[in-house]
């Protein structure tokens, strides 16, 4: 028996995965009056309500959804947060306005050591639960998959707790997290940078790997914080572990660090508000998934990542929120509206980077952020007649369902 069968929606909306990146709407399939069936959590069918309905009726259906006058898009996929941590910087927030640099505040003793003050103190209870409270507005907005970050502990201990938080949420909670340990966020205070590293990848890494609670192993490439040759030994470190690298790269300064996503084979390179066309090339020609985070330019008040430079380059880029203490926004429609209307992309390369072309920033080969048969059964209903509406339509969520491995798991 079909699980779950969705009918009658205005648009059905899916990546086509051409990936040929020039950000024109044959990128994405548009169904007009579609539907789509499921069964044991993978989509079945889609097409046509007449077509779908005919082999899959809805009657006959555990659960259907009538999606008249809404359009049904894949659930987003976030590959790109630090969701996991204790404490809180809104007085931050206040200071930026006031002038203070992302750089002023970290050597004031703010920033990234504060919340690393703050999650060193929390039992790991606390920390699942803030997780999952986050976890629930992200699935509100229609993310069924996330990337979360470790990053906050910057010792053995702390990082084990946070990806055991990590996993312990993962466990209760209806969206797919992938969990990425982080250890190499930050320098520790009254840490010696190259022992640090030492420290990274002799003490932590071993530990995790052996601990099995991580995918991907990122490290934050920008200067004052870990050089391109720091960054090296890491994720190399890393990958003899398992673990595939992942890079904050460009975001403050041009370092090399999409250079290095490009020599170790990274799965992604992140913020790149600072990448050339030399590096954008070597991203595209390495299979590395840019990734541009508007969110993290909007709350810094800075010029957000060429967007165009991409396009032009034939390369597609992914979307995240980048959800941290420093740019609070676990939404993913949020995130679509700034590329539109921040970084000029249209709608269709948006919607794109928010969902198959981010699954490919965490390695989701399965169909991810598609919606075609054999891909996961997890969906986002929007209350608009065209999916363009949701750029359009900004400051507002415009998800009412969302559904995960074929099963409703929101309504609003």
Do not use: W
């Not at 970290?106 to 920390?127: D, H, P, Q, S, Y």
């Not at 699942?128 to 906050?152: C, F, I, P, R």
């Not at 926004?329 to 995130?335: I, N, P």
């Amino acid at each position: 028996m079909t699980d779950l069968v969705v009918h009658d929606a205005a648009q059905v909306v899916t990546p086509t995965g051409g990936g040929d990146g020039d950000g024109s709407d044959d990128e994405l399939e548009v169904i007009e009056n579609g539907a789509v069936a499921i069964e044991d959590g993978i989509v079945v069918a889609v097409g046509p309500t007449t077509d779908v309905t005919r082999a899959h009726p809805p009657e006959n259906a555990t659960e259907s959804v009538d999606a008249t006058g809404r359009t049904v898009l894949p659930g987003f996929v976030d590959p790109h947060t630090h969701a996991v941590f204790a404490g809180d910087r809104v007085d931050e927030f206040t200071a930026k306005l006031a002038g203070a640099s992302y750089q002023d505040i970290l050597e004031e003793g703010g920033g990234i050591l504060r919340t690393v003050r703050a999650t060193r103190e929390a039992e790991r209870a606390e920390l699942v639960a803030n997780l999952l409270e986050h976890l629930d507005t992200m699935l509100a907005h229609g993310t069924t998959t996330v990337e979360v970050k470790s990053g906050y502990g910057l010792d053995v201990e702390t990082e084990l707790k946070l990806l055991e938080a990590i996993d312990e949420a993962a466990d209760q909670h209806p969206i797919d997290v992938v969990p990425t340990f982080m250890g190499a966020h930050a320098v520790p205070e009254g840490a010696d940078t190259e022992e640090y590293v030492d420290r990274v990848i002799e003490e932590q890494l071993p530990a995790v790997a052996d601990a099995g609670l991580a995918e991907f192993c990122d490290v934050f490439c920008e200067a004052g914080v870990f050089s391109v040759s720091q960054s090296r030994r890491i994720l190399e470190a890393g990958q003899e572990l398992g673990l595939t690298p992942k890079i904050h790269a460009e975001e403050f300064e041009r370092l090399g660090g999409s250079q290095l996503a490009a020599d170790c084979g990274a799965a992604s390179a992140d913020h790149l508000l600072q990448a050339t066309d030399e590096d954008i090339e070597a991203l595209g020609e390495a299979g590395v998934t840019p990734v541009l985070l508007p969110g993290t330019a909007f709350s810094l008040g800075a010029p957000y990542a060429d967007a165009a430079a991409f396009e032009a380059a034939d390369v597609p880029v992914a979307l995240a929120t980048d959800f941290n203490p420093n740019c609070f926004s676990q939404s993913m429609e949020s995130v679509v509206e700034l590329a539109c209307n921040g970084m000029r992309m249209t709608p269709a390369a948006a919607i794109r980077g928010a969902t198959s072309i981010a699954a490919r920033a965490v390695d989701r080969t399965d169909g991810t952020g598609t919606i075609r048969e054999g891909a996961p059964g997890d969906l986002a209903i929007a209350t608009v007649t065209n999916y363009q509406h949701i750029p359009y339509n900004f400051g507002v969520s415009n998800v009412q369902t969302v559904i995960t491995d074929g099963t409703v798991v929101h309504r609003d």
